[in-house]
């Protein structure tokens, strides 16, 4: 009769459920069936939504498919599905509004890149994605349409495209397709470098030519070094000289001994390096004739000119004697023969004179000889200019004489040329307070240079001062460069955590400013987890190192936003704890959207999944990507394939405020009620028991359970390092 409420009221009360679903099935009444379906075999519901879905899609209904899909949590068969009709404007809503921005987007991209190059750039234009398409494309290689949609749409992108397809050529060995995406991307030296470093030096100077008129030299230059090398001597001066060269050639002939053609070049090019070439061939040469003649041509005959005329004077005029031997040893001086200066001062009894002479030309052995013997009091001066030399020389053979001479004096010109063995070898001998606050200044030194590594090696091994105010900076500078760098088990971080504890604490005892102590101590944190991950993984404890990691974005007004959610959501999905990582994680992607987007702040985000948490809403984007693009690739895959694959419902784990009552996220130091709790020294976790202990040495507080069982293991407080015991009193 069709009266189907009533047969349902008569099949529900007979116990017979199944019939009534049975009943509008195939009256083809699918709301009264889902309804009876969720009330009393709610287990089939989803199961039933996807079979409706699969009928819908099979009738062409697809709206009703849609629904279905969606209710029965498989959006991403209703977004296959639209793809499959060629209905994308549905297959895009329905991704973004079921998997977000970056699941639309990932839906544009594939359409754009299955449709002409006109058509896909439309679709595009459409969504913003101009931008994002092309670099998909360089990605997937597809050149040709990158080339087409940057043309058709973004103009300015050419060059990067044409640069990209370039380093592809090159990569598969094509280098004159190389060449000319390279000179169409604006960037001809590429390609000149490219063909310097084939050798290929005729097409190397062909492009300098055509393109690039200031890297002719270069090109000279590098063609010149393999000639000279395979002993094509000629060609390579030729180059050379062409390049405007000629100290560089000479140089070559120098180190090649090859001092004929030395002089010819310094002659006509160099000629300020001609006494210089021949002091070096008198120095090497094992003919006599071959060095005198070198030095008579190059007026060292002076010498015995100016000591005859100083015999005249000493004999014949001695009224002209003071100021012919002043002349005569300023000429000899000059030319770099200070011990026939000196002799001649001492022949005419000028001993404080001939002393003075002997320490310009540093001949300091001759100084002090007749200083102890003329005059013991100028034995002093002559150390004292000794030394000075030594700094102002700055060389190692001076600065190592100064060693025996003057430590202090040596330890400050070791720091000043930057010769840091030899600086700590005697900061070691003056005792560990020294060489500490020389290690400070060491790693002051590797970190201008961008020697990170090295600058974690010397606090490894020398320590570094904790207590002087004038390398707190250092320390937090350090912090924060291996926090980038993290995480790397190529680091050890081990020195540089227990130094960085204690320097917090000096700081604080000291009373810096307290913005100081605020990011000194975040830093500290951040650096305390990032050591912890791999310490606690080590000695068996991966879920204190994850909770410890899922704590990192509590600190992202200090270090880079997307990092921190990166970082703590790939910690969770190592974890196999797929509902926190995919929550990490996708607002790590949605920080990601907007710092390619240009924002400056997180002002504009969503907060609502998050609300639960202590961690800050409003903090400051990084100008730039900290990420890798291939990590990041990966993120957003897995994020979108778990979505689709998985019958997650991704959530915080929470727990009640004590204080409050509130819902507050397990690992937070605040509730939303504002109530505060002290973190666990162990996991980072509050503590919300009164079973609470305290670290003997710092008196830091730890939740007893974890105490116990990190320490029963490891026997020490993960913050100070001292040996420390279970606590079992109630």
Known sequence: KGDYAGAERIFLKINEADQAIVMYKKARDYTNMIRLVGTYRPDFLVKTHL?????????????????????????????????????????????????????AKQVVLSRAMAVEAEEGVRLL????????????????????????????????????????????????????????????????????????????????????????????????????RVCFQQGNHRDAETLLLRANSADLLLKFYRDAKMYNDAQRIAREYCPEKLAEIAREVAVTTNDPLQAGAMLEDNGNQLVAVWTRTVKLAQNHARHMLKDVLKTA?????EIGRAIEAGKCLEDCEDYKGAINMY????????????????????????????????????????RDELDSLDQDAALKAHVQSNDWEKAMRLARQRGPDETKIYAAMHVQYLLRENMLEKALDVVARDGMEVKDFRFFEAWQQMAELLINEQPNTALNLAAFHDGFVQVVDSMRRTGQPEAAVARAEALRDVIHIYHMQSFMTERGFPEYALKLMLGLPRYVTYIPADKAYYDAGMAAKEGKQDSIAFMYLNRYLDLREKIEDGEPDSGNMDNSDFAVTDFPFQFALPKQQTIKEAAAEEANKWVLAISIEKNLDPRLPTVKCPTHGVDMFE????????????????????????????????????????WNKFVMQSKLCPWCKTQQAADFKM
């Open 125 to 224: 234009i459409k969504f913003s994605l101009v931008d994002a398409g092309i670099d998909a494309a360089l990605e997937a290689q597809k050149f040709d349409v990158a080339l087409q949609w940057a043309q058709l749409a973004l103009p300015a992108k050419l060059p990067y495209v044409y640069l990209k397809n370039a380093m592809y050529f090159e990569d598969q060995g094509d280098f004159r397709m190389a060449e000319d995406a390279f000179v169409k991307s604006g960037k001809p030296r590429e390609a000149i470098d490219m063909y310097i470093h084939q050798h290929e030096f005729d097409s190397a100077m062909r492009v300098a030519e055509n393109n690039d008129h200031s890297a002719i030299p270069t090109v000279c230059i590098a063609q010149a």
């Open 359 to 398: 320490v310009r030309g540093q001949k300091y052995e001759l100084a002090e000889a007749l200083a102890q013997r003329i005059s013991p009091d100028l034995v002093e001066y002559v150390k004292r200019a000794r030394v000075q030399a030594a700094i102002e020389d700055g060389g190692a053979t001076a």
């Open 329 to 333: 040893t300023t000429k000899m001086l």
């Open 51 to 103: 079979a409706l879905a699969a009928q819908f899609e099979k009738e062409g209904n697809f709206k009703l498919a849609e629904q279905h899909f969606v209710s029965g949590k498989d959006w991403g068969r209703a977004v296959n599905m639209y793809r499959d009709k060629d209905m994308w404007d549905d297959a895009v809503r329905v991704a973004k509004v079921h998997g977000g921005a970056n699941a």
């Open 667 to 706: 690992g937070s130091l605040r509730s939303p009620a504002g109530a505060a709790y002290e973190p666990c020294a162990i996991s980072g976790y509050p503590i919300l028991t009164s079973h609470r202990v305290r670290c003997r040495n710092c008196q830091r507080p730890a939740n007893q359970e974890d």
